[in-house]
């Protein structure tokens, strides 16, 4: 051993002698408790337990997350709240631990170090929080949005053949992301545990459109009609309100039109009345029967306008009115919807019209094309019923037949036609549909107290034809139960809604 070290050690035991001698403490008090002078955050824990201290802490927290906060939304708008609403958490409960065993680890020299610290100088241990950004995000989109002032967009109006323009106006919004972020920065860093208030950080939301820019929109970029001559007043009605409530929607460049989003929802106090729909490969009455004749019309009038189809369904059996995999159909239940994107660089304008029991859609632009553009379906196959379908009703009377049209299938794509000066320059498929076969259908009643009537009516039902069904119906109509209702033939026919 070197004569350096010999004399450290020596030093040392001769340092450690004198301060017994002086009779100063050169290890910790005995037991699980903090020395005196020892903070977390604000809170003294001298002289207490482990458990202690961490109840004294907790009892801290629980006063600090009553603190009312102040947040000043848009136009001077305030909401209260409390730091407890915010997510207010103790996030370092460890630090219990290292309070408790300050000045009781280490050597002989550390432990009179950390000491005699305590002697001159408080130790105090950071007490550290947390905020759930989730639920101050929550707290802004619930309660402060409310005073929000969105900005409302330039639209244009068009009576007879003249464009007219509303201007937009601009609006104010809270900024959810950096409202989020200043409210945490603040109540973590420069909180001084009083009540406070915060302004939130409020954006101007500008409107869409200038007079300028729909002044262009003139042109027409595609048109299309189709006919519900055959659809009787409720449907009609269905048909009409659809189109009443997309016309005038303007569309600007970039934004995606939602068809369901413009006509739901499919209520009375909407406009809609119950008629015939599909649903499961069967025709059942709803409200809003014949909406997706509307969806439709507007889809064809989109296509020739060459906007950007977003979402597009075929219905679940062939429609009358437009040639296979030229329908778009819209289902609530499914979530089925009609969208497209206005990929033009100007504002377009839908004007929807109903005449003499004929549907248009006209879409109003800025025309940029030099080419023209027609569409062309083709049928891959088509299956034909091969059989009839008849089910027996006990709860119908006896002569009672009600029957449901068949239904051919297809198969079907829908191609895109590009001429210029005459010339077709190009051809591309833009949809394959399938459509299912459903063969004719009739629902009898056999409701009588007469066996051999009914003998004779189970023995039609059995040759599978509903024309001779029907024949055999007509004449025991009169065995028919007692008091029940009239007998009435009903035949349902194809017709088109959002149900699917």
């Not at 350096?4 to 009779?23: E, H, P, S």
């Not at 929109?217 to 055959?230: A, E, H, I, R």
């Not at 499914?334 to 206005?342: E, I, Q, S, T, Y």
């Not at 007692?482 to 149900?499: F, L, M, R, S």
Request: hydrophobic share 40%.
């Amino acid at each position: 051993m070197n004569k350096w070290r010999r004399k450290l050690i020596i030093a040392a035991a001769f340092f450690i002698f004198a301060v017994m001698q002086a009779g100063y403490p050169v290890q910790a008090k005995a037991g699980n408790t903090v020395e005196d002078g020892i903070y977390v955050g604000q809170i003294d824990v001298s002289g207490k337990s482990a458990a202690e201290a961490k109840q004294a802490i907790e009892a801290y927290v629980e006063e600090l997350k009553q603190v009312p906060i102040t947040l000043k939304a848009v136009g001077d708008n305030e909401v209260a709240v409390s730091v407890g609403e915010l997510g207010l958490a103790w996030v370092n409960p460890e630090v219990v631990e290292d309070a408790v065993c300050y000045g009781k680890k280490g050597n002989v020299v550390q432990r009179y170090k950390a000491l005699q610290d305590l002697r001159h100088e408080n130790k105090v241990f950071e007490l550290k929080y947390d905020l759930d950004k989730e639920l101050i995000r929550m707290i802004l989109s619930e309660q402060c949005s409310q005073f929000n002032v969105e900005a409302v967009d330039a639209v244009l109006t068009r009576t007879g053949e003249e464009f007219s323009i509303i201007q937009g106006q601009t609006g104010q919004v809270v900024d959810e992301d950096a409202s989020v972020q200043r409210i945490y920065d603040y109540l973590l860093s420069n909180w001084n545990y009083e009540p406070v208030q915060l302004e939130l950080a409020v954006i101007v939301d500008e409107p869409k459109g200038n007079a300028e820019e729909l002044a262009k929109v003139k042109d027409v970029l595609g048109t299309f009609s189709t006919s519900f001559s055959t659809s009787g007043h409720a449907r009609s009605e269905n048909v009409t309100n659809g189109c009443e409530l997309i016309s005038g929607v303007t569309v600007y460049p970039g934004e995606e039109f939602s068809m369901y989003k413009e006509v739901a929802p499919f209520t009375e106090s909407n406009g809609y009345y119950m008629a015939g729909s599909y649903l499961n490969g069967q025709v059942v009455d709803s409200l809003g029967g014949g909406i997706c004749q509307v969806s439709t019309t507007l889809y064809n009038a989109v296509l020739l306008a060459e906007l950007d189809v977003t979402e597009r369904h075929n219905h679940s059996m062939i429609v009358s009115y437009v040639d296979p995999s030229a329908d778009a159909a819209i289902a609530e239940s499914a979530g089925k919807d009609f969208r497209f994107v206005n990929n033009t660089g100007y504002p377009i304008y839908i004007e929807g019209r109903t005449v003499d029991k004929v549907i248009t859609f006209t879409i109003y632009g800025v025309e940029t094309r030099n080419h023209q553009v027609s569409y062309e379906s083709e049928v891959l196959s088509v299956t034909k019923p091969e059989s009839e379908v008849i089910h027996t009703d006990p709860a119908m009377p006896l002569g009672q037949v009600i029957t449901q049209s068949a239904h051919i299938g297809y198969k079907a794509k829908l191609w895109k036609v590009i001429t210029e000066n005459g010339v077709e320059i190009s051809r591309e498929e833009v949809n394959s549909s399938s459509y299912k076969m459903v063969p004719r259908t009739a629902t009898v009643g056999v409701s009588t107290n007469d066996v051999n009537a009914y003998n004779e009516m189970l023995a039609a039902v059995s040759t599978n034809n509903i024309d001779h069904v029907k024949n055999v119906a007509a004449a025991l109509a009169q065995y028919a139960t007692p008091d029940a209702p009239p007998v009435e033939e009903q035949q349902i026919e194809p017709v088109e809604q959002p149900a699917e």
